[in-house]
């Protein structure tokens, strides 16, 4: 298939600037696989369409706030970095802006000045190596006092609470960007889940600014994914095998869980406790084992995303539901709506 295939038109005021408040608000529009039905509901409807024994699979992958805005030592000329990976320590790989005016040997200082850095190197696809010095325990700890969230270039409106760029369950910081879909449960949303018998189990995909790279190549066949570290544990894997013995379902929340998942099934043939890197691309033609449902966001017109609720939904169907998000004036993107794939 061709990259062009996935190009929709999308008006920019349904680009959602600021997440739904209260989080279940959004909408949520509800795809039958069994039928063709196309329902619009609300996404605290959602234990509706779930039933005893069912298992709920989040990522409780956690995002660093790691957009750090600066100056160089001595002119003070203002720069900014986004840590992207952990290279070794305390030093990291980082986007850096102005890249070309941060050669290795630059200086920085962040915040009050407890927090500076030194450009190390500049690698070959630009992005830098930077190592930190600080004067508390953990970067971590200096990154939640000085660092905003990376938000996706679509949003520009600045986030007034941080937190709205979190889920309620994230515990495990290594996120680039957030695993959008998790962004409408709400701790109340979740207990009504679990009253109904719902199983809620958590596994790690940290994601990746990759997410929002662009497919380049024509043809989709030729594009490789950016690999993303994920974890699933004893915990995690034994529910999910148990609710497939018992012929419940399966229900990932968001394209991340459901990556690290079929990740696994395509290594093992099942899912087993396991962690590593994977960059798994999902597409029209390549069939997904481990999922029976799914909630989601709207995606970016040609991007690996909707490529993946393809994989899931059928090609067809999915370009016509979007359209039908079109015209029904959904919010699309991060902050915005949600489907589910049942």
């Known amino acids: 298939m061709l990259k062009k295939d996935f190009w929709y038109d999308l008006p920019k005021e349904l680009i959602a600037q600021e997440p739904a408040d209260p989080r279940d608000s959004a909408r949520l529009m509800v795809l039958n696989r069994a039928d063709d039905s196309i329902k619009h509901e609300i996404f605290r409807d959602l234990p509706d369409h779930l039933n005893a024994g069912d298992v709920l699979v989040l990522n409780n992958s956690k995002v660093l706030p790691a957009r750090l805005i600066g100056d160089k030592v001595p002119t003070g000329a203002v720069c900014e970095v986004l840590l992207l990976r952990q290279a070794k320590g305390d030093t990291w790989e980082c986007l850096a802006r102005p890249g070309r005016r941060m050669q290795a040997g630059t200086k920085l200082r962040f915040g009050d000045g407890s927090l500076t850095a030194v450009v190390d190197e500049t690698l070959p696809d630009g992005n830098k190596l930077v190592t930190f010095t600080y004067d508390t325990q953990t970067l971590y700890e200096k990154l939640d006092e000085f660092g905003k969230m990376p938000l996706p270039p679509y949003i520009t409106k600045q986030l007034e609470d941080q937190s709205q760029y979190q889920t309620v369950y994230a515990k495990e910081l290594g996120s680039a960007?957030?695993?959008t879909a998790g962004l409408h449960f709400t701790p109340e949303l979740l207990k009504t889940i679990q009253d109904k018998g719902v199983k809620i189990v958590e596994v790690t995909l940290h994601v990746g600014l990759g997410t929002f790279r662009p497919v380049?190549?024509?043809?989709i066949e030729d594009h490789h994914m950016h690999t993303e570290w994920y974890c699933v544990d004893e915990a995690a894997a034994a529910a999910i095998n148990e609710a497939r013995a018992n012929g419940h379902r399966v229900v990932a929340?968001?394209?991340?869980?459901?990556?690290t998942l079929e990740a696994v099934w395509a290594r093992y043939g099942r899912i087993v406790p396991c962690s590593g890197s994977t960059d798994i691309?999902?597409?029209?033609?390549v069939e997904l084992h481990a999922i029976d449902a799914l909630v989601t966001n709207f995606h970016l017109p040609e991007s690996t995303l909707i490529m993946l609720i393809a994989a899931f939904y059928g090609y067809e169907k999915t370009m016509a539901a979007y359209k039908v998000a079109v015209e029904q004036k959904y919010r699309f993107f991060s902050f915005g709506?949600?489907?589910?794939i049942e």
């Open 177 to 179: 960007a957030a695993p």
């Open 216 to 219: 380049n190549e024509e043809s």
């Open 253 to 259: 929340v968001g394209t991340t869980s459901c990556r």
């Open 281 to 285: 691309f999902l597409y029209p033609g």
């Open 337 to 340: 709506d949600a489907m589910l």
